[in-house]
């Protein structure tokens, strides 16, 4: 399995605490690159558009 996952077997996960927040920041695991997208386009743009399933989880 690839991160390329065409075939929708990943299920994505997010903290509780993290889905609240206002904003979500990453990078892409160095310096040189990080992205700051409102907390709620995530389940309502990015998700549809990745056509994978998600849960939202408490700690």
């Not at 889905?19 to 310096?31: F, H, L, N, Q, R």
């Not at 995530?42 to 399933?53: E, G, L, Q, S």
Request: net charge neutral.
């Amino acid at each position: 399995m690839t991160l390329n996952d065409q075939i929708q077997k990943i299920l994505i996960v997010f903290d509780k605490d993290v889905a609240d927040s206002e904003w979500y920041g990453c990078s892409e695991g160095a310096t040189t690159g990080y992205m700051k997208v409102k907390t709620q386009d995530i389940p309502k743009k990015f998700m549809p558009y990745t056509k994978h399933d998600y849960r939202i989880i408490t700690a």
